[in-house]
């Protein structure tokens, strides 16, 4: 109740400040309305140019991505092949300088496996 009496005894005092400071009030909102529509018009322009850019950028970067990946991916398979064929080509010159009387080993040296006769483990 306090409240509501104190707002009814103010409210002559500010209907009298909205008559004499009102209309220099009213101006300043509307200059300070029309510079933020300026200025938000000139950040919509300068965001429309910087997405058409970064459109065009990303057009020229996803071709060069892709022909960097078409070349990734002959140069694999080039040097697989390559690989392929020289693997092939020391087998045959491999089979070639064993002699023939001789089985050819799958390494250098020869693993014993017979192991030795001992006795069973006594619990």
Do not use: C
Request: hydrophobic share 40%; aromatic share 4%; no cysteine.
């Amino acid at each position: 109740m306090n409240d509501r009496l104190q707002q009814l005894v103010q409210f002559p005092r500010r209907v009298l400040r909205l008559f004499v400071h009102g209309p220099a009030r009213i101006e300043q909102v509307a200059d300070d309305t029309k510079r933020a529509i300026k200025i938000s018009a000139e950040t919509a322009a300068i965001v429309r140019d910087i997405g058409e850019r970064t459109g065009r950028l990303e057009k020229i970067a996803g071709r060069d991505m892709r022909a960097l990946v078409d070349d990734l991916r002959e140069f694999r398979e080039e040097v697989h092949d390559r690989l392929l064929q020289y693997n092939l080509q020391l087998g045959r010159l491999s089979r070639i300088a064993v002699d023939e009387d001789e089985v050819p080993r799958l390494s250098g040296r020869s693993i014993s496996v017979d192991a030795e006769e001992t006795e069973a483990p006594g619990w």
